[in-house]
């Protein structure tokens, strides 16, 4: 299920810009929503970072309702990068579904993140 990015109107954040910058990744997720605009729930069990809000003239998915992108971390992700991890001798592993907070822009996909080797 991929977003329909050009229905973007803007990406509201529930953190500010200097705890989003910290932050390894979030991760990103389409979720059918009955409404457009306000604010979101998360799927159980994790924790709402920032959603979509979708343009007036964004119609629904048949019955189904408005495809919404949503960024969410779990209690088990590592929530912010001390400045020394890229460094370490321990990769960061991040799921497939991670992107780079910083890289979110309405009507653009965000930039993903792979797996993070450790460098020999």
Known sequence: MDPTYEDEEKIVWLRDHET???MAYVREKVQLCSIRTCPVKAPQGEILIGYAVLKKT????????????IFTLLPEDRDFVPESTFQETE???????AVDPLSVQAGKPSRRLREIQPQE
Do not use: D, N, Y
């Open 20 to 22: 989003l910058a910290r």
């Open 58 to 69: 964004t119609a629904k998915i048949g019955s189904e309702g408005f495809r919404r992108r």
């Open 91 to 97: 990769a960061v592993h991040v799921p497939p579904e």
